[in-house]
């Protein structure tokens, strides 16, 4: 009797014969040199990691913005302007990160995927990224620019007053401008080919914009608060505290864009400049909270807190009825700090200093020269 054969279970089936294939994975081609992806995908990899570093700075800062006494006398449309941003920066960094994780996991090892664009593709994220990205920067910048117009009341002439402002506004429109059109020349550029003629001069335009704004404004910023001087040497300390502080934080969003610059020319065909510009956005929003947050600072330079008199304490130094004139000019209830700190009348202002360390109520009010601008550091913001 013939027996019945034996059918062998069928086996799995192979994956491939292919080195370097994995289950579910692309197939690297026969034959096919396997690319560097140092000064392209690694380049864009470290400016993510270094971006997500920067949101987490965001996050602290805000941290610090929310529960600050300062923070409290905000109008609502400065907590509004902040939340904005918050809400852009954070789209801005959900594009970086989608944008590198198509890139080295959903397209690993598929060179044909990289440069093929298309919707859902790594390079759609990245120039979302652009675009969302230059919405924040220009809100910052317009921030800046009515700064320098709140500011430079008493310090510029009218004519004078008008033109700067006017300026870094149409800079930072021009600068926006130049963004928006890197990023629709973007859609239809691939990210890992050669630069087009279209493509070199928008990112040029765009990056050198941005260091033009922020040179005028560095500038525009510094000889406001230089004009501002008042003589008064504690108001001139902080005066020029504000003007290094200024230098210092617009020369970081000035040297980035440089360099991105920079990069872009000497290295075409690498993405460094890419991975830079994942910083932009971030560097413009921290620039912003530093600002906010170091209003408390400033006033306590402006102020030290063992000078501060309450009207109660103002009473028992003084006895006399014309309380109400010192009282407010002695509190800070909100903005136009120097103008409520120090200004009593139209052509006199005191400075109230302890008349004896054993007495809490005793103090005496020196006269000090008129102030020639009242609203001299009203921290440079509101």
């Known amino acids: 009797m013939s027996s019945t054969p034996t059918i062998p279970p069928p086996a799995d089936p192979a994956i491939t014969s292919i080195p370097g294939a994995a289950p579910n994975g692309p197939v690297p081609v026969p034959g096919a040199p396997i690319l560097a992806f140092d000064n392209t995908l690694g380049a864009l990899y470290i400016g993510s990691t270094l971006s997500m570093l920067l949101y987490g700075i965001i996050c602290l800062q805000m941290f610090l913005y929310i529960t600050s006494t300062r923070t409290k006398k905000d109008s609502r449309w400065t907590k509004l302007f902040v939340s904005v941003n918050l809400a852009i920066d954070t789209a801005n960094q959900a594009t970086i990160t989608a944008s590198i994780y198509k890139f080295l996991v959903s397209d690993y090892l598929n060179p044909f995927a990289l440069p093929s664009g298309g919707a859902g593709s790594g390079e759609i994220f990245t120039y979302a990224h652009s675009l969302i990205g230059a919405c924040g920067v220009l809100f910052i910048q317009l921030f800046f620019s009515w700064r320098i117009w709140a500011f430079s009341g008493a310090s510029l002439n009218f004519r004078t007053r008008i033109l700067i402002p006017t300026l870094t506004v149409i800079l930072a429109l021009f600068s926006f401008g130049c963004s928006v059109d890197l990023a629709i020349t973007g859609f239809n550029h691939r990210l890992l080919s050669v630069n087009t003629p279209d493509f070199i001069l928008a990112y040029r335009l765009s990056s ?175």
């Open 208 to 382: 050198s914009s941005r260091v033009a704004f922020d040179l005028f404004m560095t500038f525009a910023m510094t000889l406001t608060l230089y004009r501002s001087r008042s003589g008064v040497k504690r108001t001139d300390h902080v005066i020029t505290l504000l003007i290094m502080f200024t230098v210092n934080t617009n020369l970081l969003t000035t040297l980035l864009s440089i360099s991105e610059l920079v990069t872009f020319i000497a290295l075409p065909k690498a993405t460094v400049y890419g991975g830079l510009g994942f910083l932009s956005p971030k560097l413009y929003f921290n620039t912003l909270l530093a600002s906010l947050n170091s209003r408390e600072y400033m006033r306590n330079e402006l102020v030290p807190a063992d000078s501060v008199i309450s009207s109660s304490q103002l009473a028992i130094s003084t006895g006399t009825k014309g309380l109400g004139t010192y009282s407010s000019a002695l509190s800070f209830p909100g903005s136009g700090l120097v103008k409520k700190l120090l200004r009593v009348d139209e052509s006199t202002t005191f400075i109230a200093s302890k008349k004896s360390e054993g007495d809490a109520g005793s103090y005496e009010m020196a006269p000090q020269p008129p102030v020639k601008q009242p609203e001299l550091v009203e921290m440079y913001y509101f």
